[in-house]
């Protein structure tokens, strides 16, 4: 019978006592920040272990190359399989590979569609998205009403890859807290995509600028977009005292911009952690132990208040 677990930390996950020698991990991608500090955690976690190799592949954000991949390392002989996945409504597939082959599969970070009925040696381990978008969109509301704009503010919000399940949750934590009672006098302007990319958002910001139309501001599903944000504000010549800013995963970045006054809210995204966890839970898996199917690595709020216990978390 499978154990899902909704709430625990990396300490849920079972310890291993054997260890497998080969683990295939297929990334989304490898040009992204928090994705490297993840991968990072898992080949810190590998090379604590005697005999545990990763065969590390870069799936170039292409749903077709991340199942060749899968496919390619079941027939090598992998002893299990992470996926950190491209496309999350795109997994079922992988899902049903790896369960025909034998092969243990854990996915990491990006929550797959098919999370629900996964097979019994398959997990998922992440963070909870109801948390990260809720908690930087509430304390934006907060910062706003203590600002003196309780009676009308207006935002925009910059959402990450659509066919990502991370967007699409934390975008939807944004607008449900905008519909509770202390919120509701925050208004989206727009919302739109910049695919997670710094470049992208600094350039739809800038857009939104060129407008005319007056904000408050800005909600980012990612530190990145965040961060371009904030180089369109103040490119454009606007204050970063005049308009709030949130992201989320408190990347080193982030929190540098944090420091400097620039970034408002972000949310500390543990992916080191997750890294770290994904790898044993697939050691686990490999080895025939049993695996809660669902652990959830905590979010933190971090604000310039804290923003100096997270300056070498991550």
Known sequence: ??????????????GTSALAENIGVSMARFDDNFLTVL?????ETAASMDGVELQIEDARDDVARQLDQIN???????DAIIINAVDTSATEAMSSAAESAGVPLVYVNREPINVDTLPDNQAFVASNEIESGTLAAFEACQLLRAAGLGGGARGYMLMGQLSNQAAVARSQDVRDILGIAMCDFIELVDEQTANWSRDEA??????????????????ANNDEMAIGAIQALKAA????????????????DA??????????VTVFQDANGQGS????AALSLAAGEDVDQKVYIPFILVTPDNVGDFLSAN
């Not at 390619?72 to 992998?78: D, H, L, Y």
């Not at 010549?237 to 990347?251: E, K, L, N, Q, R």
């Not at 911009?257 to 408002?264: N, P, S």
Request: aromatic share 6%.
């Open 255 to 264: 929190l540098v911009a944090m420091q400097a006054g620039e970034l408002d």
């Open 1 to 14: 019978m499978k154990r899902i677990l909704l709430a625990t930390g990396l300490a849920a996950l079972m």
């Open 72 to 78: 390619n390392f079941i027939a090598s002989g992998v």
């Open 39 to 43: 991968r990072n955690g898992m080949e």
């Open 202 to 219: 600094q350039n739809l910001m800038t857009n939104w600028i060129s407008s005319g139309e007056p904000f408050n501001v800005v909600f």
């Open 277 to 280: 966890g994904a790898l044993k």
């Open 237 to 252: 010549g606007i204050s970063m005292d005049d308009v709030v800013v949130t992201g989320v995963d408190a990347t080193q």
